[in-house]
Each structure stands twice: as C-alpha cells, then as structure tokens.
C-alpha cells in the first residue's frame, strides 16, 4: 500500500481529527442526552429572586419584566400580585419568585449545543458538523473494500440508514 493513497489519508485524517474531537463529542453527547429531558424539572434546581420593579405596573408590564413567557395572575389580595411561583407588590414594586434553573455546567453545555448565529461560538456547531460528516464518509476508508470487515460494515451502515429513515417517518 503506498503510504500517501487517499485510503491512508482519510485513515489518518479521522484518527488524528477523532483525538482532537473526543472532548467535544463527549460534551455534545452528554448535553443531547440531557436536552431530552428540558421539558421537565430533571437536573434543574429551584433558585429564588428577589427583583425590584417600577410600582404600579400592568400585568403584561410584570411578565415583561421579569422575562416570564405565559406571564398570568393568578389571584390579587390587596397590593399582591399572585403568579405562578411568584408575586409582585404593586405599592413597593418589589417581586418574588421562583425559577428552575440548570446548574451552570449543564446550562452552558446546554447553550452550546442550540447555538444559533445570534450565540459567539456558532461556528463550533458548524464546525463540529461538519466534522461529524467528515467521519461519516471516512469511515468508509477505514478498511480495505475487499475485507469481510468491510463488508460487514455496509450492512450495518444499510440498517443504520433504514433505522434513520424509519425515525424521520415516525
């Protein structure tokens, strides 16, 4: 085998960019498997704030304020407000409540995981896809065509394909 084949190339290539990657992979696999769970209170912990706010707002003024979507209230006892997890003095201005949020390393891994371009770090995502796509296609250079390896790898990469294809069809 000459050593500078395409076949050796992409080898080496995956190998080496495979290293490189093994962190971020491993964070990427970590914050997937977590963001199955961001519709429940899995890995959140409760934080309370306390925030000062203009007296006298409007409901819809609070819920801007405090950045609460589906911002409602609840109930009205005299100056308070009642939200869900919060309330909110109408004399004083001040507001109390509660929010489940994920500890910093989870929220971080988190944010990275669903950049957009609005985020500094979204050429990682771009980066790191385009990465993957490369081991995709590598993957098949990792061994000689006329192996039973290999061989055997078609098969899997066919019921891999047919699994996907089942799973954007469900």
Request: glycine share 8%; hydrophobic share 45%.
């Amino acid at each position: 085998m000459k050593p500078n084949n395409t076949g050796q190339k992409m080898r080496v290539s995956h190998r080496y960019l495979g290293f490189f990657l093994a962190g971020i992979m491993a964070m990427y696999a970590l914050s997937g498997m977590m963001m199955v769970f961001r519709n429940t209170d899995t890995f959140k912990k409760t934080v309370e704030i306390d925030q000062q706010l203009s007296p006298n707002l409007s409901p819809e003024a609070v819920g801007q304020a405090l950045k609460i979507r589906g911002f409602a209230v609840t109930r009205q006892e005299g100056d308070l407000l009642y939200f869900k997890d919060g309330n909110y003095n109408t004399q004083t201005g001040a507001a109390h409540y509660t929010v489940k949020k994920l500890p910093l390393l989870l929220d971080k891994m988190e944010h990275i995981h669903k950049a957009t371009t609005d985020s500094p770090v979204y050429w990682l995502n771009l980066f790191f896809g385009a990465s993957l796509l490369f081991f995709v296609v590598s993957s098949f250079w990792m061994f000689m065509p006329q192996t039973s390896v290999f061989k055997k790898g078609l098969y899997f990469s066919l019921a891999g394909m047919v699994m996907t294809l089942i799973l954007l069809l469900i």
